[in-house]
Each structure stands twice: as C-alpha cells, then as structure tokens.
C-alpha cells in the first residue's frame, strides 16, 4: 500500500491457479495474458483507495464454448467491466435507490468500511424535505 497524493493505492495480484469459464464452466490454468484494472474502493479515513490489481486472461480450452478466452473475477471484489470493488457498488446502489422516489431501505454495509453511508443518505433525505417544505414543492 501506498500514498498517492491524498489518496491510498493498494497494489494486488490475484493467486487462485484458476477460474472457470464464465460462459461454460470449464475450469482453466492456461494463461493468456495478464493486465492491470483500477477499483475504486470505499474510502479509509477520509481517503480515496485505489487498488491497482493485476489479473489474468485465461483459455477456454472446451470444445462445444464459443468463448476463446475470459477474464478472472475476484470474488466479493471484483465483475465484469467495474472499475468499482463490488463493496463500492454495494454502497453507492444502496445511496442510489435510497435517494430515489422508490425509497427502498438502505442494506446495512460493514461499519468498518464505511461508517457513514446511512448517516450520509439521511442527511441527503433531511437536506432535501427542508429544501422542499422551503420552497413548498
Ligand atoms: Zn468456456
């Protein structure tokens, strides 16, 4: 780990000696090539992490799966084409609907994580119901 600027980046690389076709479930060792992604993590302290991870791009090796190759997930960090941890994404869809019409109640993230989502969201709501009574919409 690092400190970039004001920002925290947490350099990884994944150690599993496989993964699974996403398209046909054929297990595969067979690396193709390996490159980096950046996730947006929750912040720690205040600040802004970036884990810069290194994965790899594996071969389908089954017959019948029309995908030649697949690239690696972490499970419970990363999916297909984030650029956000799967935690992040969690948060931010959670403060999403929240924030909407829909109301919808707020997932009770990990408070070490971060600890003031629900507080933060509340806020918002509050800001908002005095803004509007204000303004009488
Ligand atoms: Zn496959």
């Given at each position: 780990?690092?400190?970039?600027?004001?920002?925290?980046?947490?350099?990884?690389?994944?150690t599993a000696e496989g993964a699974s076709c996403p398209t046909c479930g054929t297990s595969s060792r067979r690396v193709h090539d390996r490159y980096g992604r950046r996730l947006a993590d929750l912040a720690v302290g205040g600040r802004a992490v970036t884990i810069a991870l290194t994965v790899r791009r594996l071969r389908c090796d089954a017959a019948h799966c029309p995908r030649r190759t697949f690239a690696e997930q972490v499970e419970g960090l990363t999916f297909?084409?984030?650029?956000?941890?799967?935690?992040?994404?969690?948060?931010?869809?959670?403060?999403?609907?929240?924030?909407?019409?829909?109301?919808?109640?707020?997932?009770?993230?990990?408070?070490?994580?971060?600890?003031?989502?629900?507080?933060?969201?509340?806020?918002?709501?509050?800001d908002r119901s005095l803004s509007s009574s204000h303004t009488g919409r």
């Open positions: 780990m690092r400190q970039v600027g004001t920002r925290l980046c947490i350099t990884a690389c994944t297909r084409y984030g650029r956000r941890s799967q935690l992040q994404q969690t948060v931010l869809e959670a403060i999403g609907c929240h924030l909407s019409n829909g109301r919808l109640p707020l997932p009770v993230p990990p408070r070490q994580a971060f600890p003031d989502v629900k507080d933060l969201a509340r806020q918002r709501t509050w």
